[in-house]
């Protein structure tokens, strides 16, 4: 079962900056949060993970709060090409645990 | 990150019949995993193929219904046999890389759209 609940659908402005919360009350203290979107019709891509400090790449941040309790993934200046199913994974980090997951968040960014 | 390709990119058929699915990957890796996207829902695990060994199937998959090859540390096929409708499903390919940290990271291929009438 996922280990996270995100909300169902969200929207945003084009050229604002999305926010997509996560919440993983039952993270454990060796347990990464991995950000994955899944474009219409394409294979899930990679974004973004982290332990426990914020992390940045060129694609968006990750924001974990200092309890580790909750997440949230940015997108600095959402495009309509990021509208996309947005899915937040808890697992261990080395090679264990599947990727387990859920329903996500649709993230319709609008013109 | 990871290179991986599907054949075929999608493909209609007939009750009854099977599809193979291939997938290829840029450069060798242990662990390569086949997952199922049901129309409208999430991705669901089917199983965990290392080479050399029987892929480990995940509750309510069967061998028999979803045979894996794993010849080398770079190809794998699926096979979705005796298809029926609810077969339906986009079938996603996926491998780990290591990352920082000693973390890994999963990627994914752009799947096989299949639809059974």
């Known amino acids: 079962d996922a280990k996270t609940t995100q909300p169902p659908s969200m929207d945003c402005a084009e050229g604002r900056a999305a926010n997509l919360p996560c919440n993983h009350s039952?993270?454990?203290?060796?347990?990464?949060v991995y950000w994955y979107r899944q474009i219409h019709s394409q294979g899930p891509q990679y974004i973004i993970h982290g332990l426990k400090n914020n992390e940045t790449n060129e694609m968006a941040s990750l924001i974990i709060t200092e309890d580790r309790k909750s997440s949230t993934l940015i997108l600095p200046h959402a495009t309509l090409r990021d509208t996309a199913v947005y899915y937040c994974i808890v697992r261990v980090g080395n090679y264990g645990q599947n990727f387990v997951f859920g329903p996500g968040t649709r993230l319709s960014v609008l013109p | 990150s990871a290179v991986i390709s599907q054949k075929p990119s999608r493909d209609i058929c007939q009750r009854g019949t099977s599809l193979t699915i291939q997938c290829q990957v840029d450069s060798q890796v242990t662990m390569m995993f086949w997952y199922r996207q049901q129309p409208g829902q999430s991705l669901t695990l089917i199983a965990t193929a290392n080479q050399g060994s029987e892929a480990t199937y995940e509750s309510g998959f069967v061998i028999d219904k979803f045979p894996i090859s794993r010849p080398n540390l770079t190809f794998s096929t699926l096979t979705v046999s005796n298809m029926s409708p609810e077969d339906s499903s986009i079938y996603l390919c996926?491998?780990?890389?290591?990352?920082?940290?000693?973390?890994?990271?999963?990627?994914f291929g752009p799947g096989t759209r299949l639809t059974v009438l």
């Open positions: 996926s491998v780990r890389r290591s990352g920082s940290g000693f973390t890994d990271t999963q990627y």
């Open positions: 039952t993270i454990s203290g060796n347990e990464y």
